[in-house]
């Protein structure tokens, strides 16, 4: 609901349409979702990367930096956690509308909230991205040494230990990171853009 009165949208007067000719690619959200270790941030590096390389204009939404300026008022009960991936989907839809190829790297352990984002764009301008992994991989991984705090119950509430997550029903891609190496994970979702003529390379 908004609470402000009084005020209007205004049209910026350069079109979606326009931006994307000038980009030479869509404007897209690539939500890459999944449990703390499964790769998503390593995934999300290497496929900007690669667009960036391809010359796509490409951008990076990651979860600790957002929490670092954005949110850094919210913390990990859930109605924090539903707060941060809403804001983050307010930014993602602008950078989208923008014609860049946004990418999102968050555990967004909750499915009506990644839903409610799919809603905020035009059908098949969010690719939601499982990046999957089993939980003993992703402790066994551990790179910021949570799964060793949240089991000795230093962190409360963390996803998979100690609070629920959902995983995608319907996900574009589901991208197995104890199958496939970083570079893999990141041509499997170069191959869904093309195909789906998001990008031309």
Wanted: glycine share 8%.
């Amino acid at each position: 609901m908004i609470k402000s009165k009084h005020i209007t949208w205004h049209e910026s007067g350069i079109s979606k349409e326009d931006r994307e000719k000038q980009n030479e690619h869509k404007g897209v959200v690539i939500w890459l979702t999944g449990l703390s270790g499964s790769g998503k941030s390593t995934v999300a590096v290497e496929l900007q990367a690669q667009l960036f390389e391809a010359g796509c204009q490409v951008f990076i939404l990651d979860g600790d930096n957002i929490r670092h300026g954005l949110n850094k008022d919210l913390g990990f009960s859930p109605e924090d956690r539903e707060e941060n991936i809403r804001r983050i989907g307010e930014v993602a839809k602008l950078f989208a509308d923008a014609g860049i190829i946004v990418i999102t790297s968050f555990i967004s352990p909750y499915r009506k909230d990644r839903d409610i984002n799919r809603e905020l764009l035009p059908k098949g301008e969010f690719v939601e991205v499982y990046v999957e992994a089993p939980l003993d991989i992703c402790e066994k991984r551990d790179p910021k040494g949570l799964y060793k705090k949240a089991r000795a119950g230093i962190i409360p509430e963390f996803t998979g230990i100690s609070a629920p997550y959902e995983a995608p029903l319907k996900a574009e891609l589901v991208i197995n990171t104890d199958e496939l190496s970083v570079e893999e994970s990141a041509q499997k979702i170069l191959e869904y853009l093309t195909k789906n003529k998001i990008i031309k390379c």
